[in-house]
């Protein structure tokens, strides 16, 4: 069983449209982290969070550590915001790796 | 904004060949990672560096893996003999503080290893 999982997998919607990434988690974590995957494959971090909540411009983050959940809102999406975004969360220090485990990503499509 | 640079972008090589994949992290950043992802896969953690030596590694990070910081700038990942399934894209990260203190991870573009 995945120890990350998001929802939905794939994601259409119009320019425009308020878009909600989910993400649970099943493992004691000490922080999560919302990063996004461009089509070229690059890596950019956009959040990390521990408790909470995070915004920057059109993006917000949100966590629940009771509920082990996270979600990723983007207002007012353009179809630059089109790509693959990727939960990954820490575990606590002895229950893992240094290195951070991931959730398989959610493909988002903006269409104009 | 300082960054990760990872060279080359696309490395093709042959089964049994050793190869090295290079990486520039932050230049004030201590820590220092190696992920790879298989084409369709998810993100997977193989090991972490710091002060001159692996922290941590995963169950992928076998014998044919190595990592090197020969000098104050680059940080390496080596091969020794390829194998059909190490093709993947190679992401090189680097953070100012360790993994304990959540400092924010810096990732490089990547570097896609296909072995024919």
């Known amino acids: 069983k995945n120890e990350v999982e998001q929802s939905p997998q794939n994601l259409t919607a119009q320019e425009g449209e308020f878009i909600t990434i989910n993400c649970s988690y099943s493992v004691g974590i000490s922080a999560l982290h919302w990063l996004q995957q461009h089509p070229g494959g690059g890596i950019v971090s956009l959040f990390m969070l521990s408790s909470g909540k995070k915004k920057h411009g059109r993006l917000i983050a949100t966590i629940n550590i009771q509920e082990k959940h996270s979600s990723l809102h983007i207002t007012a999406s353009h179809p630059r915001d089109s790509a693959v975004y990727i939960c990954a969360v820490k575990k606590y220090s002895g229950g893992g790796a240094d290195g951070l485990t991931f959730g398989k990503g959610t493909h988002l499509i903006i269409q104009p | 904004e300082p960054e990760v640079t990872q060279t080359p972008s696309h490395q093709v090589t042959q089964m049994g060949q050793e190869v090295i994949l290079r990486c520039v992290p932050i230049?004030?950043?201590?820590?220092f990672y190696w992920y790879r992802q298989i084409l369709g896969q998810k993100v997977e953690f193989l090991v972490s560096?710091?002060?001159?030596?692996?922290?941590?590694k995963s169950e992928i990070f076998d014998d044919q893996f190595s990592v090197e910081r020969p000098d104050g700038s680059n940080f390496t990942l080596k091969i020794r003999s390829t194998k059909l399934e190490d093709s993947a894209m190679y992401f090189c990260?680097?953070?100012?503080?360790?993994?304990?203190?959540?400092?924010?991870?810096?990732f490089g573009n990547g570097t896609r290893l296909t072995v024919t």
């Open positions: 990260a680097s953070s100012a503080f360790g993994p304990d203190y959540n400092s924010p991870l810096h």
């Open positions: 230049s004030n950043h201590l820590y």
């Open positions: 560096f710091y002060n001159n030596e692996i922290s941590e």
